[in-house]
Each structure stands twice: as structure tokens, then as C-alpha cells.
């Protein structure tokens, strides 16, 4: 059985792995001149280590991606340093993280204790369903209280879903609290090591990744998937797309007249935007890894912050691995069509930078060694109330045509966990559909 699986991420690469341990002859066609997709790296002349293009880590609950590790001989580069997170309310610094800390937020001791026990319920619930039936907007508010609400997270829903973030549905905002750990984890070399290494033992195993083969197009034939990439043509049986909705769309054109079709372009997302510094000195010099800053307007312009998060790095890794630069991301996440993606990564850096004078009075430009910019155009769906419901099948009507996305990771939020998860998912069925 000869299959194909479009994109070398972590969900192609698991399901490439599991394919071809199953006896397919897999072939994986992937767009960029590297494996990893949204958790690939980039590295300078002076570092050890590779940085990722948006920042990544896992948790420890990832049990997915770990034991997928394990399966490689991987796990014993994996590590779990303990980070701080912090909130940024009120013009100061403050833990974020659900213990003890958590009674120094500016918040009134009825409020303290209304975030503490709906947080431990949301921890120790098991049952999201009921959950996905309301917006994480309404539910918070009624057992959160308003003032939680309009201080947490009412700021961090707008941060991250501007405009749509009254839409989104408590289901989402539970897995994002279930899953989450104190400690998290990395690889050692960075995420981009270990996709080379996930690579390279999907390649030991019989696949053929071919890098910088963006799909042109796949025509259903008599004989199979005729599928073209860059100067590859070839005929396959089976076709596994982890392409974005709109990327499958346009693999398979034919799919826009199908009730499936219109099912994947009715799904919505936003991108994801992350300018990286390479500063002289700290930004966040109270050892904060990661800073939520608040958003109190889908308006960006309106907010005291450009984006949504600062994420200090080297407050978690050592420096020594980046040639002692120091990594800060600047984070945000809009949508595709957003001044964001269009404006020039020079007014990106420019306007970004200026919010570490707020947070580090002693912050001058010329900190700054050097800085990039990475733009992702689909980075995170948008979950609605009654989004279950909505979620394509792994299987499309074009028999052969397999389709695993983060779109389909539901209600757990994207991440490389969940990619292993249902690409593993996707092959499972490939698997026993070419059972005779």
C-alpha cells in the first residue's frame, strides 16, 4: 500500500511512522526546507541550541508525545525545568500560577476564593461535554464573578481571540487548565532537534520525506491519488493531508461541493505572530518566563500592549545555550487579514520593542542585537458552542483522502502533544481500512 502524507509536522511524521511500521510504502512532501511545521527552529551563528519560531513547550500530563518519544529512544533528552508565569495587572508582576501565590493578586478575598475553587472544579472535572454547551465568557463570569473575569481573563480571551473571543466555548478554556503543568518541558537542542530526530528515525524506518515540495495539486484517478509536488509526480493509494483547512481545500478542489467540503471551510482560525529579540540584557529581571499581558480591546491599538505575551526564555533555559544572548518573545496571535501579517518586519520589531520600557524602566534600544520576525496565517482555531458537532472526520467522501489537522484536536488546544495524538489517530484508521 503506497500512501502519501502531505506535511512534515509533528502529526505527519507520527502518522509516517506508524504507517510505515504498519508496511506501507510512505512517502511525506513537505512545503519548507526543514521538518517541524508550527514547531520548527531557527538557529544563529553564535548559538548551541536552535529557537523555536513560536514558542513551544510541553507539559507533563503530554502523555502522546512521551510515549511516542519512548518509542523513538528519545525520552532521555526530554527535560522538565520548573519556569515562573506571571500576570502583568495594575503596573506590576504577579505569580499566576494556581497555589499559595495566587493570594497576592490584586483581587478581593470573595474573588480570591471564587477563582480558587471554580479553578480546582475545572481541574478535577472530568467531563467537558457539558462545557462546550456555553461560552467560557458567560461561565466564568457567572462562577468567577465579574471582578476574576474583568482582571484574568476576560484580558486573556480578548488577547488571544480579539473580536471573536465572546464566541469561544468553555470546553476550550477547561482543557487549557486541565492539561496544564508548573514544570515544562523541551528537548535537548531545542524543538527543531527533536523533530530532526523524530525525522530521522521515521526515514530509518523506510520513509521518504521530500523537503521543499509544496503539493500542487491531487487528482483522484482510476489508479489512485495522482499527486504533484514541485517536479515529483507520482500515484499513491492513500493521501493523509495535515494541511490547514484551506490548504486542503485547495489540494482537493473537489471537495468544495460536498457537505464535508463545506464543513472544513466553515472552520475558523486565527494566526499566530512572534517577534524574537536577542537582547544584551533581561527584560523580566524578576525571573519570569512568561508574562500575560492584558488586553481590554479587540482594538489593538487601544490596548497598553501591542501583543499578548512576553515570554523571556532564557528565564527558563540557560543563556549559555544561545551564546549568551538573551531570548524574548513578544507574542500575539490576529487574524490572517490583520495589519500584522502585512506590515514590514522592521515596524514589527520597532513597535513591539516599545513595550519593554514598560515593564523594564532601564530597557534602551540598544539592547537589542539583533531580531526576526515569524508570521503563521493558521495557528488556532476557533472553538464555538457545540463545536464537537461540527468537526469533520478524519475520512473525507474522495475515498483514499485522509485529512488530520489541528482544527480536529478538540477540546484539548493545539500543541505538538495533541498533533502526535491524532496523527496516530489518523493512521490507526488508514490502517484498518487497508485491512482486507
Known amino acids: ?37 508550527l514547531a ?27 510515549r511516542f518519544a519512548r518509542e523513538l529512544g528519545l525520552d532521555g533528552k526530554i527535560m522538565f525545568p520548573r519556569p515562573k508565569t506571571s500576570y502583568w495587572l495594575d503596573g506590576k508582576i504577579y505569580r499566576s500560577e494556581m497555589n499559595l501565590s495566587t493570594l497576592q493578586l490584586p483581587l478581593s478575598w ?17 467531563w467537558w461535554q457539558p462545557l462546550e454547551n456555553t461560552t467560557a465568557d458567560s461561565w466564568l463570569r457567572r462562577w468567577m464573578g465579574d471582578e476574576v473575569y474583568s482582571k484574568l481573563w476576560r484580558p486573556l480571551l480578548i488577547g488571544k481571540f480579539a473580536d471573536r473571543y465572546r464566541d469561544v466555548n468553555m470546553a476550550w478554556m477547561w482543557a487549557r487548565i486541565k492539561a496544564r503543568s508548573v514544570k515544562l518541558g523541551t528537548y535537548q537542542g531545542g524543538f527543531q532537534s527533536f523533530m530532526d530526530d523524530v525525522a ?18 491531487l487528482t483522484r484517478e482510476a489508479a489512485g491519488w495522482k499527486l504533484t509536488a514541485a517536479d515529483i509526480e507520482i500515484t499513491v493509494d492513500h493521501v493523509l493531508s495535515t494541511s490547514s483547512p484551506t490548504g486542503l481545500l485547495k489540494q482537493a478542489p473537489a471537495l468544495a461541493d460536498t457537505s464535508y ?11 499566530a505572530i ?34 499578548l505575551a512576553m515570554v523571556e526564555h532564557t528565564n527558563w ?17 490576529a487574524d490572517p487579514n490583520h495589519e500584522y501579517f502585512t506590515l514590514s518586519d522592521e515596524a514589527m520589531i520597532d513597535r513591539f520593542s516599545q513595550a519593554f520600557k514598560t515593564v523594564n524602566p532601564d530597557f534602551e534600544p540598544g539592547w537589542i542585537r539583533k531580531a526576526w520576525v515569524w508570521r503563521a496565517p493558521y495557528a488556532q482555531p476557533v472553538p464555538r ?40 489517530r489518523a493512521a490507526a484508521r488508514m490502517i484498518a481500512e487497508a485491512q482486507p
Open 317 to 333: 533555559l540557560p543563556s549559555a545555550n544561545y551564546g549568551g544572548d538573551v531570548l524574548v518573545y513578544c507574542g500575539d496571535y
Open 1 to 37: 500500500m503506497k500512501t502519501a502524507i502531505i506535511g512534515a509536522g509533528v502529526a505527519g511524521l507520527a502518522a509516517a511512522w506508524d504507517l510505515a511500521n504498519a508496511g506501507h510504502d510512505v512517502v511525506v512532501f513537505e512545503a519548507a526546507d526543514r521538518v517541524g511545521g
Open 274 to 307: 512572534c517577534v524574537v529579540y536577542a537582547l544584551k540584557h533581561s527584560v523580566l529581571t524578576d525571573g519570569t518566563y512568561w508574562l500575560n499581558l492584558p488586553a481590554q480591546s479587540a482594538d489593538k491599538a487601544q490596548n497598553p500592549f501591542p501583543f
Open 261 to 271: 467540503g463545506r464543513a472544513v471551510a466553515s472552520l475558523d482560525s486565527i494566526g
Open 385 to 424: 458552542v457545540g463545536h464537537s458537532a461540527r468537526i469533520p472526520d478524519l475520512e473525507t467522501p474522495l475515498p483514499g483522502l485522509w485529512w488530520a489537522s489541528m482544527s480536529q484536536v478538540y477540546p484539548w488546544d493545539r500543541g505538538t502533544n495533541y498533533a502526535v495524538e491524532i496523527g496516530r
Open 40 to 66: 520548527s527552529g531557527f538557529k544563529d551563528e553564535s548559538w548551541a541550541w536552535s529557537l523555536e519560531k513560536f514558542y513551544h513547550h510541553w507539559f507533563q500530563t503530554d502523555a502522546d508525545l512521551l
Open 200 to 217: 530521522d528515525a521515521v526515514r530509518r524506518a523506510g520513509v521518504d520525506i521530500q523537503l521543499s515540495s509544496p503539493v500542487i495539486s
Open 110 to 126: 470573595l474573588g480570591l476564593i471564587r477563582l480558587g475553587l471554580a479553578g480546582v472544579f475545572l481541574k478535577l472535572t472530568p
